[in-house]
């Protein structure tokens, strides 16, 4: 005679058996799954860092052969604790204001002053550069019969290996607008009495370089007279700030693929971001 009940419980069990092993292979092909996900994934960020690894050392390679030819120029300011301020003469160059000349308010506001400092550009290099300099108002001062091209604000000069040149940048303003900068430093405006210009240089080559000097020029001429509401004077230069500071800032160089065709290599490498007076 046939036992119903052990029958239905060894169907029980069976049908239980066959549930776990159908959950234990759902769970391994969930994890395997994953683990091929994962794989995958871990495939792509190691050819994307590999990818990464030759670009970068595509641009340096490239940079490294960009600056085996580049030029080697030394830009540096003058010391300016002699410079003096300037005012127009009858010759009309500009000729050493009289320290003790004193100005009205509004009398004098149209007299014009004139500051300014002395930068110097040497080729340290083995090859002749082209230089240009951009400013609102700059002179050079040597080579006097040096290879000069003005162009627009710029002027260009060519140096040859071992040779120097020097120009004056300055700044030319009003009696009024002197003691407005004055003012306005007084008040906290750090820029007040700032001009500036560019030392640029870009070598011959297509597939080359571009190098810039930033260069400003901070100045301060004139003072109130105390206790004289409308009175001003010459700065003597021996209180703070001087009548005069320059500031160079370190060189800056773009790379490029093509210059004609604007292509820059993907990368700027400043040679520093400090200032040098």
């Not at 009205?104 to 550069?129: F, P, W």
């Not at 030392?199 to 206790?227: A, F, H, M, Q, T």
């Amino acid at each position: 005679m046939t036992d119903w009940t052990q029958v239905g419980a060894i169907a029980t069990g069976a049908g239980a058996l066959v549930t776990g092993v159908s959950a234990g292979l759902i769970a391994w092909q969930a994890w395997e799954t994953r683990r091929t996900a994962q794989a995958g994934r871990g495939g792509v960020e190691i050819g994307q860092r590999s990818l990464e690894v030759s670009q970068a050392l595509a641009i340096d390679s490239t940079k490294a052969r960009l600056d085996a030819r580049a030029p080697r120029l030394l830009v540096t300011a003058a010391p300016t604790h002699g410079e003096v301020v300037m005012g127009p003469s009858g010759s009309g160059q500009p000729r050493p204001w009289p320290v003790d000349r004193t100005f009205r308010r509004t009398e004098d506001d149209y007299q014009y002053l004139l500051t300014g400092a002395q930068v110097d550009i040497k080729n340290e290099g083995d090859r002749s550069q082209r230089v240009g300099i951009d400013a609102n108002e700059v002179t050079l001062l040597r080579p006097e019969n040096g290879n000069i091209t003005p162009n627009g604000g710029r002027i260009t000069v060519l140096l040859a290996p071992g040779e120097s040149c020097e120009f004056r940048l300055a700044d030319q303003r009003t009696l009024q607008q002197w003691s407005e900068v004055w003012e306005a430093r007084r008040g906290g405006e750090a820029a007040a009495g700032k001009t500036g210009g560019e030392v640029i240089c870009s070598d011959p080559y297509d597939e080359g370089i571009v190098d810039r000097w930033k260069i400003e020029l901070y100045s301060y001429p004139v003072e109130p007279i105390l206790n004289d509401l409308a009175g001003w004077r010459i700065r003597n230069g021996q209180t703070d700030p001087p009548i005069v500071t320059t500031y160079i800032s370190q060189q800056t160089r773009e790379y490029y693929l093509s210059k004609q065709g604007n292509r820059k290599l993907e990368t700027t490498s400043p040679q520093g971001d400090e200032r040098t007076s």
